[in-house]
């Protein structure tokens, strides 16, 4: 529990960051879903994947580790007993919740729970 599992880099034209770490980094990307570009920075090495996306109003650019808990239900509570605010409540994916909070030094932060 606790483990940094991914990344998220928000942009409002993630067209141009995909093209822009593809060709510096080498990165591999897929096509998007959801306007979401998964990204996988691993290669041959260890590295962690992640994703660029089009950014929401409320995170419109920047980036945003994810971490992968055993109960999102439970971190969420934990997260906001300590001084977090909840951004996007748990959200159900197809293998995952998913949900975007921020510290109470202002930095954003995303909560993965695995089905």
Not at 16 to 42: C, G, I, L, M
Not at 61 to 70: K, M, N, P, Y
Request: zero cysteines; aromatic letters at 12%.
């Amino acid at each position: 529990m606790g483990k940094v599992v991914g990344f998220e880099i928000s942009s409002q034209n993630p067209e141009k960051a995909v093209e822009f770490y593809s060709n510096v980094f080498d990165w591999k990307v897929a096509d998007p879903q959801w306007d979401y570009w998964a990204v996988n920075t691993k290669g041959e090495d260890v590295g962690i994947g992640g994703g660029i996306s089009k950014g929401p109003t409320d995170y419109p650019h920047g980036t945003r580790i994810q971490i992968e808990v055993d109960s999102i239900d439970d971190s969420i509570k934990k997260a906001v007993d300590n001084g977090a605010a909840v951004v996007r409540d748990k959200m159900e994916f197809d293998s995952f919740y998913l949900a975007y909070l921020i510290d109470p030094t202002g930095v954003g932060f995303g909560l993965v729970q695995r089905k």
